[in-house]
């Protein structure tokens, strides 16, 4: 459905119980659904492991380091093979670096590629990724929305979204109850509910320790 569609659709459906919701998607418009498909899988897990937490500005001067520290390797390889301290002194932590080089060695072992995670169901493909240590729900659920395009994903573990939404509608609801009445674009939800607040899922929380 184009963006269009899914406006006029969450802003009729909205109509019905939460006017201040509604309002709020009237005042954005239809917003953009970007992929963020550009790398491979296992490269855009790790690099969205090792920004959490922190400013946009620091994840991109250490993820450049990363880069170059793999001297043009294939960056999985060099993350299943390099030794701790050489990620660290990129500028990871010790929770970010085992769960980078656990992916790397996850997906050289078993698989973490789309033609594996692709034919999944969302919820099945989360609970394969939160079987990864550092992994959690909210990973998994940015990683099914962003780049894997599901439309109908709910991240209630993310602040900004649950928050806005509950400030939107009502305290006494739970927001994942709410959400359901926006399937299947409850991704499409989350986006209206982040641009609101101008609060983009990148700044929003991390599921490791740093």
Known sequence: MTATLVYTHLSEIADDFAPDLAEAIRRLGPQDFRRR?????????????????????????????????????????????????????????????????????????????????????????????????GVGAWTADMMNMFYFGEEDIWPDGDVAARKTLEKLTSKRRKTSRTAECFRPYRSWLAIYMWAHVDAPPDVGEADISS
């Open 37 to 133: 498909d550009d790398l491979p899988f296992p490269e855009y897990l790790c690099r969205a492991i090792s920004g959490q937490q922190i400013s946009v500005k620091a994840a991109q001067s250490i993820w450049t380091r990363v880069v170059a520290s793999a001297e043009g390797k294939s960056l999985v390889d060099h993350f299943a093979a390099c030794d701790s301290d050489g990620l660290r002194a990129c500028g990871l932590s010790n929770a970010k670096v085992k769960t980078i080089q656990g992916i790397a060695r996850t997906h050289l072992d078993e698989g973490l590629d789309v033609p594996t995670l692709k034919p999944l169901p969302a919820e099945e493909r989360a609970a394969r990724l939160t079987t990864l240590w």
